[in-house]
């Protein structure tokens, strides 16, 4: 075993939802809590902290990725999207208009994640199948097993996305 | 779960990053994605001192396709390899098996090259450069080497590269023609750690099969390569009994017992999946040869 490292603070720039935000962390600060505790983005919810759940699931450059598997410091000049950058209550984006529709909220723990997946997903596929759209969760957990109404969600959201465009 | 403290180094070149890894000596571990690496670390599996976060050095981030194989940069993420059209063009098997790896969310940040150097068996891409007999290029303090595959796996997790060593790429050299190819996997989530996977890579000539190899996901301790040739030489495709195969498949297979599956599932799962992409491989071989390309 090597010895203890003494903690050493980097200064940290990362553009998230388009306000450039910065703080002072240490080098192994994961994405998930530099977004949380650094920055007060309780949005992004961590769940397993190793890749499985996606909970933590934001988009960096537009592209989806577990907050939890990649560290702050990573992330300095990218730019980065987290639920609070995709609608507010007055005007929610189309995923968060059909998971309030469709009920695709149970308890909420793992909705940050499955709205910023499926964000992302109906970029590239704006007119999924329902077996794309199970397809596309399959990485996110949740434990309620709310996964039909999810599905419905994403199906509904694709309709939303395209009625206002 | 969170890392242990360790100093973060940025390289912005190859022998930067190299020299790095000379200083630091087994106290280092390369970040590339991390999508392997992180997990261990947030499990404090692991605690290296120093990480070499090559992130940063330019010239890592390419995908060549030459007429001899596909070469995949270090930084080259999963996502970048499956939307290659190139690549896909000339190693039609690349594509079929990446999409395989993971969750999007995570074939946006891992990388190809950073899979094989994590030496996992139940990785998909470690079978993909056995079966296609690539090649790892390594940079070390006294220059490049090419590492095949099999010099390059040595046991679970474990391979050739010294601690002041950084994989730069990888080569999946290009099948000869005529070659179809197939990857089918079976895991409890769609995307999870498969409970087995089967590669295979078939010749189908004037209608007879002339080779067949497999390589094999979650079943085995080290990538590897089978041989079923000798089982199935000579015979027409549609007449060929995938089963003559079979002793040759289970005296390949290490499986074990975990909570997902048991050990005898496992290696039946293997022989079916085996039958299985033998087949289309064997099919695929007779549309790309006539012209034709399978999805």
Redesign the interface.
Known sequence: ????????L?DVTVTVNDVPRHARV???R?LS?FLRHDLGLTGTHVGC????C?AC?VL?DG????A????A??AQAHAVTTIEGLGTIEAMGPVQQAFTECHGLQCGFCTPGFVT?IT??LEDNPEPTQDEAR??I??NLCRCTGYQNIVKSVLRAAEIKAERS | MKPAPFVHHAPRTVEEAVGVLERVGHDGKVLAGGQSLIPILNMRLASPAHLVDINGVAGLDRVEVTDDAVRVGALVRHAGLESHEAAYAASPLLRRTVRHVAHPAIRNRGTTVGSIAHADAAGEMPAILALTDGLVEAVGPSGTREIPWHDFFLGALETSLAPDELAVAVRFPRLPAATGTAFAERARRHGDYAMAGVAAAVAVSDGVLTSARLSFVSVTDVPGVVDVTAAVHGQAPEEVDWAACDDLVRAHLTPESDIHATAEYRAMLATRLAHLTLARAASDSISSSAGGSAA
Do not use: I, Q, Y
């Open positions: 075993m090597s010895e203890p490292v003494a903690e050493e980097l240490p080098a192994r994961l809590d902290e190793h890749g499985v996606g699931t960096v592209a989806p990725m577990r939890c598997l990649m560290f410091v990573s997946t992302a997903f397809e596309a399959s990485g």
